[in-house]
């Protein structure tokens, strides 16, 4: 549950040749607030003929007995440089043609991609397929308004095991699979290190293991500080995915397995807080914790991390395809990539961050299928990052890849180091939007020293506790 890279710009209906996904900013979990606020909507895809990349036997005569036009519900930035809406329009026309009897035409998420998807649907003009956020999924299906996947699965022998499995955990509903992920990450535990002043300081990340601690980290921070030059060790994102990273790797958590029950309030939670706190009001190696709101110094358009003033910084590997692109001009100082750091105790954190892509149940479903097989496949997800539409497929062999090692060792690193992300406990009740908003915009007031540890966490746990009360929605 919470937000990250993902938003819509108006628009109707495009064509096969358009672009189709958006990147997570805008209708990302940093974005949650928005995206979800209405179920949302999803479609995937694996290769028409040839499955590459975990495809079982799927024929185009299974799909299709003539032309068909399937319409996909997409991200909004059809026609940006970046993001996954341009990259799902520029590699699908490549194998959705009319010689191949089916071609996509694009429907833009304008105003989100499940309040789009609720409007088409309630119009009676729903979309074939169509992408959606992994923590809606549960309100979407109990909307009816996505179709299991598992008898597909089954008929066309197609290898659903080449996935991450808390990816496919998350987007399953009542032991019923919705869909397939169309990209995933382990969450912000990718530290991105400013290598310059890092030997300024005498310090020496280790960068190929990420075999290193919180406390070594603060130590660091400490040596690379330097108010007088408007230097600083590390001034963290505070979003709610970079915030529940660092809850889990203090053992704590949003909410219980079940999500019947608030746990930032634990003590394991509460720590992780103070520690965060900490790093302002105690170690001194960041100025301004909320000076750039819950950005941190990642987003800081003055004296963060980008602008050279910051030595270390948490993300996805969101950097990794973004700030070693080549050509690129946002980082002008040599760039350093790893783990976060372990806990003392050895405890690493993650959490998914995945959607999902899926089918309506339309007369068009085996061609809105092919295409959810072909979207979700080994070549797409290795493609994305290169195709700077922002994570990789949540797959092994993806992250394995040569072509994301070459560009950096943290691809399959992360692979090796967590296997597979942890999963999101979602409320049982269908509540996210109401849970992310009764915690994470609460935490500000704790990031200014307005309040303390003990007491925000216990009013978020006493709010949260009451939203998990209500019946489902």
């Known amino acids: 549950m919470q937000q990250q890279e993902h938003s819509s710009t108006g628009s109707t209906a495009g064509t096969a040749t358009g672009a189709a996904v958006a990147r997570r900013a805008g209708t990302t979990r940093r974005a949650y607030l928005g995206s979800a606020s209405v179920i949302a909507g999803a479609a995937g895809a694996l290769l028409l003929t040839a499955a590459c990349g975990g495809a079982g036997q799927s024929s185009q005569s299974q799909a299709s007995k003539g032309p068909v036009t399937i319409d996909v519900l997409t991200y909004t930035g059809i026609n940006n440089p970046t993001g996954r809406a341009q990259w799902f329009a520029k590699t699908t026309p490549q194998n959705f043609t009319p010689q191949s009897q089916v071609t996509v035409n694009w429907i833009e998420a304008d105003g989100g991609l499940s309040q789009k998807l609720i409007t088409l649907a309630a119009g009676g003009t729903p979309p074939d397929a169509g992408n959606f956020e992994d923590f809606n999924a549960q309100g979407l299906v109990g909307r009816g308004l996505y179709k ?195 806990q003392t105790s050895g405890r690493r954190g993650s959490v998914i961050i995945t959607h999902g892509a899926g089918i309506t149940g339309t007369p068009k479903q085996d061609a809105a299928w092919e295409w959810v097989k072909f979207i979700t496949n080994k070549e797409n997800g290795v493609g994305m990052v290169a195709g700077n539409a922002g994570s990789p497929g949540a797959r092994p062999d993806v992250w394995e890849d040569r072509r994301l090692n070459e560009r950096d060792p943290i691809f399959g690193l992360s692979q090796k180091t967590f296997k597979e992300p942890a999963i999101e406990y979602v409320p049982w009740n269908n509540t996210y939007t109401d849970v992310n908003n009764a915690t994470w915009p609460k935490l500000a007031d704790l990031w200014q020293n307005k309040v303390s540890v003990s007491d925000v966490t216990a009013g978020i746990a006493r709010e949260v506790n009451a939203i998990l009360q209500k019946p489902p929605t």
């Open 148 to 342: 299991p996947v598992d008898d597909l699965i089954k008929r066309d022998k197609f290898d659903r095991n080449v996935y991450w499995k808390s990816a496919l955990q998350m987007l399953t509903v009542n032991g019923k699979l919705y869909g397939l992920p169309n990209h995933g990450n382990f969450g912000e535990n990718v530290m991105y290190v400013n290598l310059n002043q890092a030997r300024k300081a005498g310090v020496d990340v280790p960068l190929a293991t990420g075999e290193w601690t919180i406390d070594q980290l603060v130590d660091w921070a400490r040596k690379t500080t330097r108010p007088a030059d408007g230097e600083w060790g590390f001034w963290p994102p505070l979003y709610n995915y970079s915030v529940l990273t660092v809850l889990r790797l203090f053992g704590g958590d949003l909410l219980s397995q079940d999500g019947k029950r608030c746990t930032i309030d634990s003590a394991e939670s509460r720590a992780a807080l103070q520690w965060i706190y900490d790093l302002q009001y105690k170690h001194q190696v960041c100025e301004n914790l909320y000076g750039a709101g819950n950005g941190g110094g990642r987003d800081a358009m003055a004296g963060g991390f980008k602008q050279g003033k910051q030595t270390f910084v948490n993300w996805t590997t969101g950097g990794a395809a973004e700030w070693k692109a080549p050509g690129q001009q946002i980082i002008k100082f040599d760039l350093g990539i790893t783990l976060f750091p372990k």
